[in-house]
């Protein structure tokens, strides 16, 4: 697996293109779109964030190239059996306001990505999670800076990062076969 999507590179290549969206916002629905539609392309989610790309901009033409590792990186990191999904965040760089507003963010933007198909789950534990992230969207991100309050926010980036991988390998399976801890004796 590559190195971790840099926010501060990602948020300057989508800056350069025609979209409403934050980097944060965009690659939440990244994400949920890949939850619910199997063989996600790179078309289909820029057809969700941008308005339009002139690739014979060279400014366009190289943001597009990094929203494409964006995507192969994350569609990758999400088919990772070692859990090696993240979402993409401000980082510890930004104040925890930034940091909680960009998680806000994602999450709403996770929840556009999973309206974009129709959530096909008879798991209980599915739409609890959704709906555990819906609630995590609608936070207040007014945070101080403090040691307590960056512990509590990496917490709820982990919930929401392992309930992603959890929404992902229940609605898109992985086709790895899975080994029973029976025939490893």
């Not at 939850?35 to 790179?42: A, N, R």
């Not at 993409?88 to 309206?115: E, H, I, K, R, T």
Request: aromatic share 6%.
């Amino acid at each position: 697996m590559g190195q971790p999507i840099s926010y501060d590179l990602a948020k300057e290549a989508l800056g350069r293109l025609n979209t409403d969206d934050t980097i944060s916002s965009a690659h939440g629905i990244l994400c949920g779109f890949s939850c619910v539609k199997q063989d996600i392309s790179l078309d289909d989610w820029l057809n969700e964030i941008l308005v339009s790309v002139d690739l014979n901009n060279l400014n366009e033409k190289e943001s597009h190239q990094v929203m494409a590792e964006i995507f192969n990186s994350t569609v990758a990191q999400l088919a990772d059996p070692t859990l090696n999904f993240w979402p993409l965040l401000a980082d510890d760089s930004c104040s925890l306001s930034d940091q909680a507003s960009s998680l806000v963010q994602w999450c709403q933007g996770f929840l556009v990505g999973l309206g974009l198909s129709e959530v096909q789950a008879s798991e209980e534990e599915v739409m609890e999670m959704i709906k555990d992230i819906s609630e995590i969207a609608q936070l207040e991100v007014d945070l101080m800076d403090d040691e307590d309050n960056a512990q509590d926010l990496n917490e709820i980036i982990e919930f929401v990062r392992i309930g992603v991988l959890f929404i992902q390998e229940t609605l898109q399976p992985s086709k790895q076969d899975f080994i029973s801890p029976d025939q490893l004796h």
